[in-house]
């Protein structure tokens, strides 16, 4: 989101955030649509990889093939790294269509919409990663309690190719978290802003 020196709160009432705030704004934008766009190459490389993962093994005349959906926490983390893909390729677009046009306008309402979901967005991607370490942690070490084997032991490919995937899906769990901070931050600034009469606020340009 950006407010480029105007901005509207409810009623459209217009307000003014000074030649400071042109600056954060320019760089807050830039810096929004390079995360945005890191997301969506992120999750989709992630997603690519846990994917295409596969490794047959043969135990004496039986085939077994691994594969992510095996494991219900990968089939988790494909989901939500699906899902962060669409989102922030939709919100990227949002973000070059604004700046194409120059819009400077947003309304509160909108701003709570983005915020909203970019909040969601940043759980999910933090619930789907934390599923999937641990499910990765007991198929390297086990759980000798539940009598359950160290299944990396003999999918050493297939465990170490998926680490790689979650590596990936990592940090593009950490840019989502980032951009929601800079989502709450655009939010939240529209209620510090400086009220204006609308005929001074008009001749600010």
Excluded at 90 to 95: A, E, K, T
Excluded at 136 to 144: A, D, F, H, L, S
Excluded at 182 to 191: E, T, V
């Amino acid at each position: 989101m950006s407010y480029l020196g105007v901005g509207v709160s409810p009623g459209n009432i217009t307000v003014y955030h000074g030649g400071k705030m042109k600056l954060i704004d320019r760089r807050l934008r830039l810096t929004e649509l390079l995360l945005r766009c890191s997301v969506t190459v992120l999750a989709l490389i992630a997603l690519i990889v846990v994917v295409t993962d596969t490794q047959v093994k043969h135990i004496f005349t039986i085939e077994k093939t691994a594969k992510y959906t095996d494991m219900k926490a990968l089939v988790f983390l494909v989901v939500a790294n699906g899902i962060a893909a669409a989102y922030s390729l939709l919100q990227s677009v949002r973000c070059v269509v604004g700046t194409m046009k120059g819009s400077v306008l947003v309304s509160k309402t909108l701003a709570w919409a983005i915020f909203s979901g970019d909040q969601a967005m940043a759980y999910l991607s933090v619930a789907a990663i934390a599923a999937a370490t641990e499910s990765g942690v007991i198929g390297r070490k086990g759980e000798q309690k539940l009598q359950w084997m160290k299944l990396c032991n003999m999918y050493g490919k297939f465990c170490n190719r998926m680490g790689e995937g979650v590596a990936v899906a990592l940090l593009a769990s950490i840019a989502m978290v980032l951009v929601s901070c800079i989502s709450a931050f655009s939010l939240f600034r529209l209620y510090g802003a400086i009220q204006r009469p609308p005929n001074e606020a008009a001749a600010v340009k």
